[in-house]
């Protein structure tokens, strides 16, 4: 073997098996040697994960990996998207594909699960914001269902745990992602019993929770067999994709947030404890956790899902657009033709994106935009005012003075948010890297293995290996007369 760490970064439009090693002067060169697709599928009107393929392409990647013998990995990490699941029975057997968290059969179980618990009460033991997709309300929805795949349920596994069960035969939670079930006490760092009382469901389901950094164990012999290596470590990461992605932030100090920029924006500070009041709770803050004994301290805003959905939508009369097209016309279009709100309940799973914002527009007393550029710049200008309005929460809750706003993820790619971003905000925006949940996927197996030490020389070796963009604020005067308008129309919503 030569050192390689292997990570498996599961997004919800893809998954990329990416090759990674840290060289002598502290530099991370990185390679990617397997790409799927793994978008949800619809069998009888819900949404599912083919976790079977995932398995496949997964196998597939090792044995690209091990059929050149200096490509071996040490290791191998997994990541994914957050709250989805999967049950065990007695034997092992998996016993239905997990659902994906925009399947509809959420949209009554939270408002049904408020009614037996407070919002403060569930809020307080785990400082999670309240999302009709978390794991709690999917868990509720199978109780209000009497599924009988939850009565005959003997283990509960999260999709990275999963993957990490499939490769080792070992039935672990991983902390980072725990703390985005809704079902975890960040302050007693256990499975919160009441909670669980409230869903009538017993914690015997629940598993061991370990930290980021631990051996889970070892490429089973089956997989071993197949792929004629053996001993290969499967390492737990920060297996929440964007825990795996925070490691990643080039960082420095304490004045800076970051936005895990993709089909979710994310966008938070790192804090060294869970900030849980009454403010944090009004603002739909969520405490996730983080590498080495931090917090992610974040909201979810709908993030590049509405491009990409409405990307999806014109393609069905026009043909393949690349997405660089699309930034090019939107660069060209008028600004600030009308804005949305991105966290429009709307927006969630529409049949299509472009009457949505259509409608969106219509009802908030504006003119849709009138061509694929124009609703792009909508888009792009209307997520820059939204992490402009979060950026001041952020400060207003955690008393931080904001200088330097972090874009890490496939969003870091795109210049015109990016720049909008510095506009909205009046902050200095640093992007990259564009690849952050692999690289944290990597750091982690290294901090864990001991190649580096702990959470700033992985940042600093993103420093040394990544190529940076800053963004200063243009246009300020233009950009505040504008963010008015949009707080009233987030207002109406």
């Not at 990647?61 to 990541?79: F, H, Q, R, Y």
Request: aromatic fraction near 10%; proline fraction near 4%; hydrophobic fraction near 40%.
């Amino acid at each position: 073997m030569a050192d390689y760490l292997l990570a498996f970064d599961l997004g919800a439009e893809s998954g990329r098996a990416i090759l990674g090693k840290i060289d002598g002067q502290k530099k991370l060169k990185l390679e990617e040697v397997h790409r799927f697709d793994t978008g949800k599928i619809i069998i009888q009107k819900h949404y599912y994960w083919n976790l079977y393929r995932f398995y496949e392409e997964i196998i597939k990647a090792l044995k690209k990996c091990t059929n050149d013998p200096d490509m071996i990995p040490e290791s191998v990490g997994v990541d994914t998207w957050g709250v989805d699941f999967g049950l065990l029975g007695k034997d092992g057997s998996i016993l239905r594909l997990p659902y994906c968290y925009r399947d509809p059969r959420t949209e009554t179980s939270m408002p049904a699960f408020l009614e037996r618990m407070d919002r403060w009460d569930i809020y307080e033991a785990t400082g999670l914001g309240l999302h009709k997709y978390n794991s709690l309300y999917q868990l509720y929805a199978m109780v209000m269902a009497n599924d009988p795949v939850l009565q005959i349920a003997d283990k509960l596994l999260f999709m990275p745990d999963l993957i990490n069960y499939l490769l080792t035969g070992e039935t672990k939670s991983e902390f980072t992602f725990a703390t985005t079930t809704q079902l975890f006490n960040p302050n007693l760092m256990k499975w919160d019993e009441r909670l669980f009382r409230k869903l009538g469901i017993g914690m015997e389901i629940m598993q061991e929770v370990i930290l980021p950094g631990e051996q889970i164990g070892e490429v089973n012999p089956v997989i071993s067999r197949s792929i004629d290596v053996e001993g290969i470590k499967v390492m737990s990461v920060a297996s929440h994709d964007t825990a795996s992605a925070i490691v990643s932030v080039p960082a420095e100090g304490e004045n800076w947030a970051y936005i895990s920029s993709g089909i979710w924006s994310l966008m938070g500070v790192e804090s060294k404890s869970a900030i849980i009041d009454q403010r944090s709770m009004m603002f739909n803050f969520s405490n996730e956790g983080g590498a080495q004994g931090t917090f992610r301290f974040l909201k979810n805003i709908m993030g590049l899902w509405l491009l990409q959905q409405c990307k999806a939508s014109w393609e069905k009369t026009e043909g393949f657009i690349d997405y660089s097209e699309i930034v090019e016309m939107a660069s060209k279009a008028s600004p600030f033709a009308a804005m949305v709100d991105p966290d429009y309940p709307g927006f969630y799973n529409p049949l299509e994106m472009p009457v949505t914002i259509d409608t969106f527009c219509r009802q908030s007393g504006q003119i849709m935009p009138d061509n694929k550029g124009s609703v792009a710049r909508t888009i792009f200008e209307s997520l820059a005012m939204k992490y402009r309005m979060v950026a001041d929460q952020l400060e207003l809750v955690t008393g931080r003075n904001i200088n330097v706003i972090h874009i890490i993820g496939g969003g870091a790619k795109n210049k015109l948010l990016s720049q909008f971003t510095a506009n909205a905000t009046g902050r200095k925006v640093i992007t990259g890297p564009d690849e952050a949940t692999a690289i944290g996927n990597i750091l982690m197996q290294a901090i864990g293995l001991g190649k580096i030490e702990n959470l700033n020389e992985a940042r600093q070796v993103v420093r040394n290996s990544f190529q940076l963009e800053e963004f200063e604020p243009e246009d300020e005067g233009q950009w505040k007369t504008a963010y008015e308008k949009f707080k009233k129309i987030a207002k109406q919503n």
